[in-house]
């Protein structure tokens, strides 16, 4: 099992920054590719970034591609979404999530570990 938390959302004005860190603990994170997700309000959850084990490779949505960054520190078992250049339309609820076979996949169903959640929201 992997217990993910986690952390660092908030209210921002649009064009501001935030970055959300998402702990992992239980068995060995550093072996796992983690994924970003987030839901709006009405709306499915959707894939927003996702890194290997290594952090060797990297993959996002377009919509975020240039305006956010994600990375992790296996030493810290943590994994970071760094969200710059924020728009309204980037309110949502962000989860973080693991998977246990190291392949990059955009896809929900494919992750088998997920967290609580945490709140985003972009003033105009």
């Known amino acids: 099992q992997v217990q993910l938390v986690e952390s660092g959302g908030g209210l921002v004005p649009a064009g501001g920054s935030l970055r959300l860190s998402c702990a992992a603990s239980g068995r060995t994170f550093t072996s796992y590719p983690m994924g970003w997700f987030r839901q709006a309000p009405g709306k499915e959850r959707e894939f927003v970034a996702a890194i290997r084990w290594s952090g060797s490779s990297t993959y996002y949505a377009d919509f975020v591609k240039g305006r956010f960054t994600i990375s992790r520190d296996n030493a810290k078992n943590t994994v970071y979404l760094q969200m710059n250049s924020l728009k309204p339309e980037d309110t949502a609820v962000y989860y973080c999530?693991?998977?246990?076979?190291?392949?990059?996949?955009?896809?929900?169903?494919?992750?088998?570990?997920w967290g609580q959640g945490t709140q985003v929201t972009v003033s105009s």
């Open positions: 999530a693991a998977r246990s076979l190291d392949l990059l996949t955009t896809t929900p169903t494919d992750y088998n570990y």
